[in-house]
């Protein structure tokens, strides 16, 4: 792998959110009280199903300490030197049945990344957190936080109550385009459904598994569903979805679409074009081919240098240190992938944070 160079855009690190006792002084009074009322501080409502220290997901020697971003400088910020960093986190907060405990913790945690993280590095930046099942009470999220310049983009599971591209989801896009804000796309699930399609798994590694298949049907729904016609200036951007299925999940889309296209006359075009022109995807984790041809038949595959973007994915198992590239790549598109993709997909990097 490839040290990022200096200055490096990073799309994709992780504040861990150990307790929910942490958002208490970010809460209105009434949910304050009903959170200590049911004792919901004591939760962490951690989203993993594996051991939060297994090595698949963090580095023993990069786990999370009690003053976040002082050790966040220490491995990334001072070390690597990123000129941003967009922290999105992931938390069971969208994942509710309640919807309004979940927009009000969501609105917690957007305040909490404000004051905690935000408001101590000026070179941090982050993902708003929308409570997905309530897309009305997502689109108010989104224009409340919006004000603040320093939050760049939308974050949302890949597997949801809905398919993504399901018209009941359509507030939380026509919100973001408002706002400028690209939709971040993150390997996960609100656990509604199995993450495999043929039912419950009983192990981690079935799950794991499954998610490239589901961050594929989530792209197919934005797509076939007319996300991208209805809101033209809409980004998204595939968070932590490994890069090798794209081509043949994008060919098989447009195999298929040419046989079926009259029952989606919105798409007048070719799907893996509308891809190419609205979605983006974090490099890290690069499931790279072992030898340089294959690489130059993926990249070329990929359909353009502007579809990757440069993550770390701090603390995360698939964190590299600072080597998260692949070898083999040209200058000139480590370039892209580090600097320009990531200025060109968020907007609002290129704005002063008091703006």
């Known amino acids: 792998?490839?040290?990022?160079?200096?200055?490096?855009?990073?799309?994709?690190?992780?504040?861990?959110?150990?307790?929910?006792?942490?958002l208490l002084p970010h809460l209105d009074e009434y949910w304050r009280e009903h959170i200590l009322r049911r004792g919901l501080e004591r939760d962490s409502f951690e989203t993993l199903t594996s051991p939060t220290l297994a090595p698949l997901n963090a580095r023993p020697d990069w786990t999370p300490a009690a003053d976040?971003?002082?050790?966040?400088?220490?491995?990334?910020?001072?070390?690597?030197?990123?000129?941003?960093?967009?922290?999105?986190?992931?938390?069971?907060?969208?994942?509710?049945?309640?919807?309004?405990?979940?927009?009000?913790?969501?609105?917690?945690?957007?305040?909490?990344?404000?004051?905690?993280?935000l408001d101590r590095d000026p070179r941090l930046r982050a993902s708003i957190v929308v409570p997905i099942h309530s897309p009305d009470l997502a689109a108010e999220e989104?224009?409340?936080m919006a004000e603040d310049k320093r939050f760049v983009q939308v974050l949302l599971l890949s597997m949801a109550e809905l398919?993504?591209?399901?018209?009941q989801n359509?507030?939380?896009?026509?919100?973001?385009?408002?706002?400028?804000?690209?939709?971040?796309?993150h390997a996960g699930s609100s656990f509604r459904h199995p993450l495999s399609a043929v039912g419950w798994g009983s192990?981690?590694?079935?799950?794991?598994?499954?998610?490239?298949?589901?961050?594929?049907?989530?792209?197919?729904?934005?797509?076939?569903?007319?996300?991208?016609?209805?809101?033209?200036?809409?980004?998204a951007v595939l968070i932590e979805s490994g890069v090798a299925w794209h081509p043949a999940a994008m060919w098989r889309l447009d195999k298929t679409w040419r046989g079926v296209r009259a029952e989606t006359p919105w798409l007048t075009r070719m799907p893996s074009s509308i891809v190419r022109d609205h979605v983006r995807m974090t490099?890290?984790?690069?499931?790279?081919?072992?030898?340089?041809?294959?690489?130059?038949?993926?990249?070329?595959?990929?359909?353009?240098?502007?579809i990757l973007l440069y993550a770390s994915d701090y603390p995360h198992w698939h964190h590299d240190d600072h080597d998260a590239l692949p070898d083999g790549l040209p200058a000139d598109l480590v370039r892209k992938i580090c600097f320009d993709n990531p200025l060109a997909t968020y907007p609002r990097l290129a704005v002063p944070a008091t703006a």
């Open 1 to 22: 792998m490839t040290h990022a160079p200096q200055g490096a855009i990073d799309c994709d690190i992780h504040p861990a959110l150990p307790s929910v006792k942490l």
């Open 68 to 117: 976040q971003v002082e050790t966040l400088r220490a491995h990334v910020l001072d070390r690597a030197k990123p000129e941003f960093a967009i922290c999105n986190v992931i938390h069971g907060a969208q994942m509710m049945m309640s919807e309004d405990l979940s927009a009000a913790l969501c609105r917690a945690i957007n305040n909490w990344l404000a004051k905690e993280w």
């Open 142 to 144: 989104i224009d409340r």
């Open 163 to 167: 398919p993504l591209g399901r018209r």
């Open 170 to 185: 359509w507030p939380i896009y026509r919100a973001a385009e408002r706002h400028g804000l690209p939709i971040g796309i």
């Open 203 to 235: 192990t981690y590694l079935e799950d794991y598994i499954s998610y490239s298949q589901g961050m594929a049907g989530a792209l197919d729904s934005l797509v076939v569903e007319g996300v991208f016609h209805r809101f033209p200036n809409l980004k």
């Open 283 to 306: 490099a890290q984790p690069f499931d790279a081919p072992p030898d340089q041809k294959s690489l130059d038949r993926l990249l070329d595959q990929l359909g353009g240098d502007d």
